[in-house]
């Protein structure tokens, strides 16, 4: 990404990088089913700091408060991470085991209703595989990560979702309230398709194979 390629600038003696994004790598998705209950889901591990303290204390007040039902889930799938899980919600937060790729994309296809990111404000430039492999399900991704960083303006030109600092636990609360009123209403955000195309993994090493054919080139020339 552009903030860690100008890291690397300043540690060399040229300017010669190429930004290739890890993109998804299988067909997008357009068709959207709702879950019986309000569903988030986290597909993979929590790494480092960005563990998910605020997350479920926010997801725990909404529903003290009345705010969101009391059946509602988030749904853990491939987390190795011992995991500091409110009293509370104890029996709304399941976990399931590691599965194959393939499996943990159908899982965020069909049987989850928003797709959580978690990273702590820190170094600029983290993208996360995950957010690519969220892009093309046709689901909302609430991203809880910093709002100056990349992530944030990707989210904005393919519409796929909304991003709130994972510092702020009112903001959200907001976001989770957002998203449960789009799947209480049963809307579909108005992705951006030709936006979300452009980080296909096809993509993204077809931009890796033009510039090492114009390096080509100018090496023969």
């Not at 959207?32 to 929590?46: A, E, K, L, P």
């Not at 600092?165 to 579909?188: L, T």
């Not at 992705?191 to 980080?199: P, S, T, V």
Request: net charge neutral.
């Amino acid at each position: 990404s552009k903030p860690i390629i100008d890291d690397f600038k300043t540690m060399c003696s040229h300017g010669r990088f190429l930004e290739v994004k890890n993109g998804y790598d299988y067909e997008e998705y357009h068709e959207v089913n709702f879950q019986s209950q309000f569903t988030m889901g986290y597909i993979g591990n929590f790494y480092g700091m960005a563990v998910p303290g605020n997350l479920f204390n926010a997801f725990s007040e909404l529903i003290e408060e009345g705010r969101l039902p009391r059946n509602s889930r988030i749904k853990i799938v491939g987390n190795s991470l011992k995991l500091d899980i409110p009293d509370k919600i104890a029996s709304n937060v399941v976990q399931y085991e590691a599965v194959p790729h393939e499996e943990a994309i159908r899982i965020s296809m069909t049987e989850v209703d928003v797709l959580l990111m978690v990273h702590k404000s820190g170094r600029k430039g983290v993208y996360s595989g995950k957010l690519f492999d969220y892009l093309a399900t046709n689901k909302p991704i609430l991203a809880l990560y910093d709002p100056n960083d990349v992530v944030a303006p990707l989210l904005a030109e393919t519409k796929a979702g909304f991003i709130v600092d994972e510092a702020d636990k009112e903001g959200i609360k907001d976001m989770m309230m957002k998203c449960y009123r789009i799947w209480k209403n049963k809307e579909v955000l108005p992705r951006d398709w030709d936006k979300i195309r452009q980080y296909s993994r096809r993509n993204q090493i077809q931009i890796l194979l033009d510039y090492l054919s114009e390096v080509f080139c100018r090496g023969n020339n």
